[in-house]
């Protein structure tokens, strides 16, 4: 199972935001959100940790026990949270075209809706 580090979901947020072709388009990345859900919780996809860890980003970034250190600490409050939420978009654009490809994948060989196979 591949793991999804900083390294990854950082260079998944630059190559999408840089806009170099051959990936997946944002539009098909949004699109597929609602798939990858699906699919990992239903358990076909091993996506469970990745998104455990997403929603915690969110729910920190979110958090009004967060909202502490911005009253005090101003800037560097926030650098937390910047950090935080570059994390999660490199985490969404990594794992979105991680789906893609598997969805793919898992499609390639199986006969199209309609379709016989020959016996």
Do not use: C, H
Request: hydrophobic residues 50%; without cysteine.
């Amino acid at each position: 199972m591949a793991r999804l580090g900083r390294k990854a979901a950082l260079a998944a947020l630059w190559g999408a935001l840089s806009g170099f072709r051959g990936g997946p388009t944002m539009g098909e990345r949004l699109k597929a959100i609602p798939r990858l859900f699906k699919e990992t919780f239903s358990g076909n996809y091993d996506g469970k940790g990745r998104l455990a860890a997403i929603t915690i980003g969110l729910l920190y970034i979110i958090s009004p026990i967060d909202l502490i250190p911005e009253a005090f600490l101003l800037v560097f409050g926030l650098a937390d949270d910047a950090a935080v939420g570059l994390w999660i978009a490199g985490a969404v654009l990594s794992e979105t075209e991680r789906f893609l490809a598997w969805e793919r994948q898992r499609t390639r060989g199986a006969p199209l809706d309609g379709q016989f196979t020959a016996r």
